[in-house]
């Protein structure tokens, strides 16, 4: 955590931070990325994944057109949850001990692929709305 005083604005935001990130991480500091001497909120597969996230989004538009309510065939979200079930399933069996690459490899894969389901789902919804919105007009 921060090296602010305790009891300071930096410190209270930087808790709140690794709070709000601790019911969705482990927050193992070995497992972490740091920076000037401090672990990130999240370990390094989840800060990958969010980081394959943005990256999703910031090339959607050059592969899909932004109104696109077509999701891609499941695989490609099952292949990219596979691959990260299988670097997790291997660790813990001890078979293969996983690594910060095989963690950010298969952290970013399935960050990456996200936007290409949950941007056209999101779309769906918008249209479902808006077409409900128009249909309640003609009603009235």
Known sequence: MAN?????????????????????????????FHIFGEMFAVCSRCFILYAGFLAGVIVYPFFKKLDNTTLPHVWMLLSAAG???????LDISGIHK?????????????????????????????????????YKKKIK
């Open 4 to 32: 602010s005083k305790p009891g300071s604005i930096l410190n209270s935001i930087s808790q709140g931070i690794y709070t709000f990130f601790s019911t969705t991480c482990h927050q193992e500091e070995s497992r972490s």
């Open 83 to 89: 691959l990260m079930l299988a670097d997790v399933l």
């Open 98 to 134: 996983n690594t910060f690459l095989t963690r950010s490899i298969t952290g970013f894969l399935l960050g990456v692929v996200l936007p290409f389901y949950l941007i056209p789902g999101f779309t769906m919804v918008y249209l479902e709305l808006k077409n409900f919105k128009n």
